[in-house]
């Protein structure tokens, strides 16, 4: 049963970066595409981020493009997501993901707050 646990978060001012990890246990990783998502209050979770399991394909919600970078490392078992130049409306609470054929796994999520 894999587990995921993120870290990473906190309070930054606009314009500050951060970055999320995501640790992963009871599996190997590289078997499963990962992703980042994350909730705001009153709204949706929605999509910040994927990969593959080699990296090879990587997207990116229009809203982050170029501020955000997901990474991963399948000998450390871990997943990043480096956040540039962060803006208030990217304050929610962040949650990995990895899912492989018909089986999805979360984390417990981690806040992130911009604001000055």
């Known amino acids: 049963q894999l587990q995921l646990v993120e870290s990473g978060g906190g309070l930054v001012q606009p314009g500050g970066s951060l970055r999320l990890s995501c640790a992963a246990s009871g599996s190997s990783l590289d078997r499963y595409a990962v992703a980042w998502f994350r909730q705001a209050p009153g709204k949706e979770r929605e999509g910040v981020s994927c990969?593959?399991?080699?990296?090879?394909?990587?997207n990116y919600a229009d809203s982050v493009k170029g501020r955000f970078t997901i990474s991963r490392d399948n000998a450390k078992n871990m997943v990043y997501l480096q956040m540039n130049s962060l803006k208030p409306e990217d304050s929610a609470v962040y949650y990995c993901?990895?899912?492989?054929?018909?089986?999805?796994?979360w984390g417990q999520g981690t806040q992130v707050t911009v604001s000055s």
């Open positions: 990969t593959t399991t080699r990296s090879d394909i990587t």
């Open positions: 993901y990895a899912g492989i054929t018909s089986r999805d796994y």
